[in-house]
Nanobody, 123 residues
Framework: QVQLAESGGGLVQAGGSLRLSCAAS????????MGWYRQAPGKQRELVAT???????NYTDSVKGRFTISRDNAKNTVALQMNSLTPEDTAAYYC?????????????????WGQGTQVTVSS
């Protein structure tokens, strides 16, 4: 079993910055992709940013140029630096670890989610 522990959410004024962090723990051989999703009230969960093990990134258009994802493969951690925040960024942010393999000899992969951390941006 794998657990994801998130930290760094909070309340910030528009134009401010926050940094989210997530650490995966448990029996982990490798993680194909780690990233962040968010869900605002009344809306579907959406991808914010992801990074594969080889460093390829994917951002949703609305955060490009403002958010930066980083990852430490050795520590199984992922972070999201969020700058120039706007009220539209207000949401619960969820860390995700996708394609998790527990052992080198198994090809079976699982996806895991964190509990979520709230980000609120006031105008």
């Amino acid at each position: 079993q794998v657990q994801l522990a998130e930290s760094g959410g909070g309340l910030v004024q528009a134009g401010g910055s926050l940094r989210l962090s997530c650490a995966a723990s448990g029996t982990i051989f490798s993680i194909r992709a780690m990233g962040w999703y968010r869900q605002a009230p009344g809306k579907q969960r959406e991808l914010v940013a992801t990074m594969t093990r080889d460093g390829s990134t994917n951002y949703t258009d609305s955060v490009k140029g403002r958010f930066t994802i980083s990852r430490d493969n050795a520590k199984n951690t992922v972070a999201l630096q969020m700058n120039s925040l706007t009220p539209e960024d207000t949401a619960a942010y969820y860390c995700a670890a996708k394609g998790v393999r527990s052992r080198s000899f198994t090809l079976r992969e699982y996806d895991y989610w964190g509990q979520g951390t709230q980000v609120t941006v006031s105008s």
